[in-house]
């Protein structure tokens, strides 16, 4: 499921072979998983799998929460996390850096 999933974010051209079908199963894949999402400016968001819209390019987690930076930032300042739940938030694949899925936590 997990290479599914980076498959989706892929350039539009290696998209070309990606079926609804094959969105939708990896989709189901996840459904119930815990996933840690970090983005292309390293923040770090933790939370259930919400969806995917292979159209728009796009990952939504619900009940997550912003981890910060935790230290993976070389220039600039560090962010701190927040203990403000987020009910959803999408994220588009070109911001994402990296996922990782937790089954059933």
Excluded: C
């Amino acid at each position: 499921i997990f290479f599914r999933v980076i498959a989706i974010f892929s350039p539009p051209q290696k998209m070309a072979g990606l079926s609804s079908k094959s969105v939708s199963s990896a989709a189901d894949g996840l459904r119930g998983s815990y996933l840690s999402l970090t983005s292309k400016s390293e923040i770090r968001y933790e939370g259930l799998f919400h969806s995917i819209n292979a159209e728009e390019n796009t990952v939504a987690l619900q009940n997550a929460k912003m981890m910060g930076t935790e230290g993976r930032k070389k220039e600039g300042p560090q962010i701190p996390p927040t203990d403000q739940v987020y009910d959803i938030i999408t994220f588009r694949g070109t911001d994402i850096k990296d996922i990782r899925v937790f089954h059933g936590q």
